[in-house]
């Protein structure tokens, strides 16, 4: 029976039935995200809460104090530590689990992600030790919170929270992919290796950079974490942005605060979106 509505009526129904649906979360985003960004980035021009316009100068004050710069540093340090071991080893225990027979244990490597902050720090200082007490794996000395160990440590307290989600995805992009492209593969020879480099990787490029983009989040996710490591004012290694911005605001510098939360935005959104041109950019070609 053929319908009474045109294709192309029906296909205009449902984009409007979608973005009927997604009106309320649009709106409570809108409350509570665009709306308190856009306030900061209006305030981020004005001298402290007065109506004294200095343009960016409070950006080039931002740029130039010595706490900032520590915290995006080890910002980028972490990142550039966690990202492709969470990136590589992710798709490796993923090539484990496509090829068990089992997927029941799958959702095993995502408990680490749903534990909370404290279960985590205490796992590390049953491992490593405190000033209190010995702990089960003597590589590190007893005030490793407050040394340049605590910097490495939490980067590996990130890498395995993040990490279940890197593997669930990287292995239900794999099941996604039909079995015929490596048949056909092996079948003109190639060997177990060319086909994950060949076949598997490029198919697998938008997963990838789902799991980077999580990654980064799972990154500023884990302040709780850092804050009951180090407090406050930890140790250097583990001084974060989100420290900076906690700290600014307990001084009520909110000048110097609506300047970092506009960068803390931007910037990850404008990498995000690059990353994004570029797989777009290397997909049509």
């Known amino acids: 029976m053929k319908s009474v509505f045109p294709k192309a009526s029906l296909s205009r129904r449902r984009q409007i039935l979608g973005w ?34 200095v343009g960016l100068e409070n950006y080039s004050e931002l740029l130039r104090n010595p706490t900032f710069r520590l915290a995006v540093g080890n910002l980028l340090g972490l990142w550039a530590v966690v990202l492709p071991l969470n990136l590589g080893i992710g798709f490796v225990l993923a090539l484990a689990c496509h090829s068990a027979r089992s997927r029941k244990t799958r959702v095993l490597y995502f408990l680490p992600a749903i534990l909370p902050a404290a279960c985590g720090v205490e796992i590390l200082s049953q491992l490593f030790g405190s000033p209190q007490m010995t702990g089960l794996v003597s590589l590190l000395p007893a005030d490793w919170r407050t040394g340049p160990q605590a910097g490495p440590v939490f980067a590996g307290l990130v890498l395995w929270k993040g990490l279940g989600y890197s593997i669930l995805i990287l292995a239900a992009a794999l099941d996604a992919i039909p079995a015929e492209y490596r048949e056909a593969a092996r079948l003109e020879g190639a060997s177990a290796g060319q086909i994950v480099r060949s076949v598997l990787l490029p198919l697998l490029r938008p997963a990838f950079l789902l799991c980077a983009v999580l ?71």
């Open 20 to 53: 009927l649906l997604l009106l309320p979360m649009l709106l409570a985003l809108a409350v509570q995200a665009v709306v308190p960004f856009g306030m900061a980035l209006i305030r981020s021009v004005y001298r402290g809460m007065g109506t004294t316009f």
């Open 215 to 285: 990654a980064v989040y799972n990154s500023f996710r884990c302040f709780r974490e850092a804050l009951l490591l180090g407090g406050s004012h930890p140790a250097q290694s583990l001084y974060s942005l989100q420290h900076f911005l906690q700290n600014n605001f307990s001084n009520l510098n909110f000048a110097r605060l609506e300047a970092a939360s506009v960068l803390l935005v931007t910037v990850p959104a404008a990498v995000i979106v690059a990353l994004s041109g570029l797989w777009k950019g290397g997909r049509t070609r």
